[in-house]
C-alpha cells in the first residue's frame, strides 16, 4: 500500500523542546509543549515577579496585560477591544454561560462532537438556570453542506439561546465550517459560541471573519505560549454583559479588563505568549502548519495501514493544515471512557508513545499529531508495534 511521503524535517527543531527524547510525543493536541526559550521568558518574569512582588503587581501590570493582549489578538485576527485573556479555553466557555442570563425553557445547543468538559459546563449552567441541553448528531462523514443543514433544521429560534459550535473537534479531529454555521444560526437570530481550542497556530484564522457572538481559543496548544493563555472573543452587543467568573479589582472598568484582572494570580503566562509567537514565525508559520499536517497525515496512514484500516475508512479533517488525524480502532476497542484511559495508558507505558485515545458514539478511535518535534520514524514505530499490543488485549 503506498503511503505519502513525510514531510522534510524542520532541522533542529526536537532541541527546542524539554521534551523526554525516550518518548515518542504523539499527542501535541491535548496538552502542546512550551519551547524552551518560551519557558525562559516566562521565568525571567516570575524573577522580576519575586525580585519585588508588590512593584511587579502595583507598577503597570495591567497595562503589560494589555498591551499583550493587543499582541495576541492582532495574530489572532480579532478585535483587540473585544479580547479577553482567560486562563483557558474552558474558563472561556464558563464565562460566556453564566453571562448568559439563561431561564427555564431556554436552551443551549451543541454537537455530539463537542469537548467533554465543555459538555458538562453547559450542563451545569442549565440545571442552575432551569434551561436545557440538547446535542446534535452530526455523522462524521458529513460535508460542510450537510453540516450546516444539520445546524438549521435543528435551530429553535426564540428558544435556543447559544449554539456551541467547535472548529476543531477534539474527539473526532474535524473542522467544521464554523463561518457558515455562524451565518445560519444568525439568520435565525441564534447566538454561536465556537469553541475553537486548538486553532489559534495550527489554522490560519481571522476570528473577526468567522463573526461569531463569542469565540474562543488556546494559546497554549499550537501557538506555543505558557499553559494558562487563553483568548475570548465578544461581538461588541455582548460586551457590556459580560461578567467574570471571580469579581475582582478591575470590575467597574468593565470589559476586558473586568475579565482579566483576577487578583493575585501568576500572569506570566500571558506575558510571555509573545515569545510562543516569535518562535513560530522564526520557523515561519506557512511551513510548520505545512509540516505538521503532512506529517499527521503520513502517521494516520502508516498506523492505519498496521491496524487494516482502508484509507477511504480514515477520516478526512477537512482542512489542509489540520495536524491532528483520527484512526478508528478495532472494533470493541476503547468503547467507554474508562477503556480508552486504560488503552492510552498501556500504549505509553509499553510503546513509550504518548497518543490520544478517544471514545466517539460507541467506537474506539487513535488521535494522532503532528508537530515539529516528531520524525516519520515515531509513527514507523508505533505502527510496527501497535497492532500486538491490541492483540494482547
Ligand atoms: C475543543 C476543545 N475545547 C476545549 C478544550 C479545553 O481546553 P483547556 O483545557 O485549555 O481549557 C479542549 C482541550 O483540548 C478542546 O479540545
Redesign the pocket.
Known amino acids: 500500500m503506498t503511503v505519502p511521503q513525510p514531510p522534510e524535517p524542520i532541522p533542529g527543531a526536537r532541541l527546542l523542546f524539554s521534551l523526554d527524547p525516550s518518548v515518542s510525543h504523539l499527542n501535541h493536541?491535548?496538552f502542546g509543549a512550551v519551547p524552551i526559550g518560551v519557558q525562559r521568558a516566562q521565568q525571567r518574569l516570575r524573577d522580576e515577579m519575586e525580585s519585588n512582588p508588590l512593584r511587579f503587581f502595583t507598577q503597570g501590570l495591567v497595562d503589560r496585560i494589555a498591551h499583550t493582549r493587543r499582541h495576541l489578538a492582532g495574530f489572532l485576527g480579532a478585535d483587540p477591544d473585544g479580547t479577553a485573556l482567560v486562563?483557558?479555553?474552558?474558563?472561556g466557555?464558563a464565562v460566556v454561560l453564566q453571562s448568559l442570563g439563561l431561564r427555564p425553557g431556554d436552551e443551549v445547543l451543541t454537537t455530539d462532537h463537542?469537548?467533554g468538559?465543555?459538555g458538562f459546563s453547559v450542563q451545569r449552567e442549565c440545571r442552575r438556570t432551569g434551561a436545557t441541553h440538547r446535542a446534535l448528531h452530526v455523522p462524521l462523514t458529513a460535508s460542510d453542506e450537510e453540516v450546516v443543514e444539520i445546524v438549521r433544521a435543528g435551530l429553535r429560534p426564540g428558544r435556543t439561546k447559544l449554539l456551541v459550535i467547535?472548529q476543531?473537534?477534539?474527539a473526532t479531529a474535524r473542522l467544521f465550517p464554523a463561518a457558515a454555521v455562524v451565518g445560519v444560526a444568525r439568520e435565525h437570530g441564534v447566538p454561536v459560541l465556537v469553541?475553537a481550542?486548538?486553532a489559534p497556530g495550527m489554522l490560519p484564522i481571522t476570528v473577526a471573519s468567522i463573526g461569531a457572538d463569542f469565540w474562543v481559543g488556546?494559546l497554549?496548544?499550537w501557538a506555543f505560549a505558557p499553559r494558562g493563555t487563553?483568548a475570548l472573543v465578544v461581538a461588541p452587543p455582548w460586551r457590556e454583559r459580560i461578567e467574570p467568573l471571580v469579581v475582582s479589582w478591575e470590575q467597574e472598568t468593565g470589559f476586558p479588563a473586568r475579565v482579566e484582572w483576577q487578583a493575585t494570580l501568576d500572569y506570566t503566562s500571558w506575558l510571555a505568549a509573545p515569545a510562543g509567537l516569535f518562535t513560530l514565525r522564526s520557523l515561519g508559520l506557512d511551513r510548520v502548519r505545512a509540516h505538521n499536517a503532512a506529517l499527521a497525515a503520513y502517521g494516520q496512514r502508516v498506523v492505519g495501514d498496521a491496524l487494516g484500516v482502508a484509507p477511504a475508512d480514515l477520516p478526512e479533517p477537512g482542512g489542509p493544515t489540520v495536524s491532528m488525524r483520527l484512526i478508528p480502532l478495532p472494533r470493541g476497542v476503547a468503547t467507554t471512557m474508562d477503556a480508552a484511559k486504560a488503552l492510552g495508558a498501556r500504549i505509553a507505558e509499553r510503546l513509550a508513545a504518548e497518543v490520544a485515545v478517544m471514545t466517539w458514539n460507541d467506537r474506539g478511535w487513535l488521535r494522532l499529531c503532528g508537530q515539529i518535534y516528531n520524525t516519520p520514524d515515531e509513527y514507523d514505530r508505533l505502527a510496527v508495534r501497535l497492532p500486538a499490543l491490541l492483540a494482547k488485549g
Not at 486562563?87 to 474558563?91: D, F, K
Open positions: 493536541g491535548s486562563g483557558n479555553a474552558t474558563t466557555v463537542g469537548y468538559a465543555v467547535d476543531l473537534t477534539s469553541d481550542a486548538h488556546n497554549h496548544k487563553a
